[in-house]
C-alpha cells in the first residue's frame, strides 16, 4: 500500500510517500519538506495568513517533488493521508482542500489525521517500535507525556499548564535576540556556554502532578539578563546553556515519574520538534540507562514538522478500513486524548507571533 502524507498545518509545506515492504517492515519512500522560514523571520513568529498564502502557492510542487523522489505517481497511491488539525486553519484548509481535489478526481481515499498522532506514531515507522510505550511530546504548540498503548488508544499522563516547551525556546530567543525560529538558534548559542553559570527554577518540582511549568522559566531568564546589561556573547551563551539544561532536567524529572506510574512499560519514545535538541536526548538517554528503558528517538529530520508521519498514522488508519468523509472540517484544537480536561496550553497549536 504505497500512501501519500500532506502536512501543511504551520509553516511548513511536506509531503511524503511510505510503505510496507513485503516483509510488512516500515518503509520511507520519499520526504519533501519547504520551510517558510525566510517568509515569517521579520515578524518574528508564524504570521497565519503569510502561511497559508505560501502553502498554497508550494503545495503542487512538494506533492510532485515527493512522487517523483519515491519513484512513483498517483497511479499507484492508495490512499492520502493529510493533517486536519491541530493547527493554524487557512494552513490546513490548503492541504485538505487539495487532498479533497486529487481524491474525489481519482478516486483514492484519504484520512484526516491529526497532527500531534503523527509525532505520536513517528517511531513506529522509524524504529518499528511496539505498542505499548511512554510519550514524551515536545513541539512548538506541545508539551505532554502521553501512554500510548495502541493507535487512536492514548491516555494523557501530563501537560504544560503554561507555555509548550518549545515555545519556551522561542521566547528565550527572542528575548536574548537571537531570532527565530529560537530552539535551533538556542541550541547553537548554548554549546559554547556554561551551563552552570544560572540556576533557574524548576516549577512543580516535588510536587504530586507530573504536569509541567515553562513560563516562569522566561521570567527568570529575563530577571537574570537584566541584571548583566549590556549582555556579552559569553553570558547569552550561558544563559542559553543554562536554560537548556534546565528544560532538560525538568523533562527527565517528569518522565522517571511517569515511568513509576507505567511500570509495564519499558520503552520511552521521544518526538516533536524539541526531541532534535542533542542535550535533551542525552540527558533522556541516561535517565532510559538508568532505569532499564529503551529510548527511542526519530532521526532529527522526522522530529521537525513533516509528512512522512501523517503517511504513517493514515497508513495505520488505512490498514484498520478507516477513510474520511468529504465534508471533513480542519479542526485548530484537536487534543490526542480527548478524555482528559482542558489545560490552557494543551491541545493548542496556533500562530507562535
Ligand atoms: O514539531 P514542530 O516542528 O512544530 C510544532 O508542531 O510545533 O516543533 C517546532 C518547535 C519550535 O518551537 C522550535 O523552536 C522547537 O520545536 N525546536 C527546538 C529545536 N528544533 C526545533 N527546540 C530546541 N532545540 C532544537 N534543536
Ligand atoms: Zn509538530
Known amino acids: 500500500m504505497y500512501i501519500l502524507g500532506i502536512e501543511t498545518s504551520c509553516d511548513e509545506t511536506a509531503a511524503s510517500v511510505v510503505t510496507r515492504d513485503g516483509n ?51 497511479s499507484n497511491i492508495e490512499g492520502i493521508g493529510v493533517t486536519s488539525g491541530p493547527g493554524l486553519v487557512g494552513g490546513l484548509m490548503v492541504g485538505l482542500m487539495t487532498t479533497k481535489a486529487i481524491s474525489a478526481s481519482r478516486g483514492i481515499p484519504y484520512l484526516g489525521i491529526n497532527h500531534l498522532e503523527g509525532h505520536a506514531l513517528t517511531a513506529r515507522l522509524t524504529d518499528d517500535v511496539a505498542y505499548p510505550y ?22 494523557r499522563l501530563a501537560t504544560t499548564i503554561d507555555d509548550a516547551v518549545g515555545e519556551a525556546f522561542d521566547k528565550t530567543a527572542k528575548l536574548l535576540g537571537l531570532g527565530f525560529p529560537g530552539g535551533p538558534n538556542v541550541e547553537k548559542a548554548a554549546q559554547t556556554g556554561d551551563a552552570t553559570r544560572f540556576k533557574f527554577p524548576m516549577p512543580l ?12 522559566l522566561k ?12 549582555l556579552n556573547e559569553q553570558d547569552i551563551f550561558d544563559l542559553c546553556a543554562s536554560m537548556q539544561k534546565t528544560v532538560a532536567e525538568i523533562l527527565a524529572n517528569r518522565c522517571e515519574r511517569a515511568m513509576v506510574q507505567c511500570d509495564d512499560i519499558n520503552t520511552l519514545v521521544v518526538a516533536g520538534g524539541v526531541a532534535s535538541n542533542i542535550e535533551i536526548r542525552a540527558r533522556l538517554d541516561l535517565l532510559c540507562e538508568q532505569n532499564d528503558y529503551t529510548l527511542i ?5 522526522l522530529c521537525t514538522d513533516n509528512a512522512a508521519m501523517i503517511a ?22 484537536w487534543p490526542l486524548d480527548g478524555s482528559t480536561e482542558s489545560v490552557i496550553g494543551s ?3 496556533g500562530a507562535k507571533v
Do not use: C
Request: hydrophobic share 40%.
Open 312 to 333: 504513517w498514522a493514515a497508513l495505520e488508519r488505512f490498514e484498520r478500513g478507516e477513510k474520511s468523509p468529504m465534508d471533513l472540517a480542519p479542526r485548530s484544537r
Open 297 to 301: 528517538a526519530p532521526p532529527l529530520k
Open 24 to 74: 510488512g517492515k516500515p518503509q520511507l519512500l520519499s520526504n519533501v519538506v519547504l520551510s517558510q522560514i525566510d517568509e515569517h523571520s521579520e515578524f518574528g513568529g508564524v504570521v497565519p495568513e503569510i502561511a497559508a498564502r505560501a502553502h498554497l502557492s508550494a503545495i503542487d510542487h512538494i506533492i510532485s517533488q515527493a512522487l517523483l523522489e519515491a519513484k512513483t505517481d498517483l
Open 219 to 230: 521570567t527568570a531568564i529575563r530577571t537574570e539578563a537584566q541584571k548583566l546589561v549590556p
Open 134 to 155: 511512554l510519550l514524551l511530546l515536545v513541539s512548538g504548540g506541545h508539551s505532554q507525556i502521553l501512554r500510548v498503548d495502541g493507535l487512536g488508544d492514548y491516555t
Open 205 to 216: 518540582r516535588g510536587q504530586e502532578t507530573l504536569n509541567m511549568s515553562f513560563s516562569g
Open 347 to 349: 491541545g493548542r497549536k
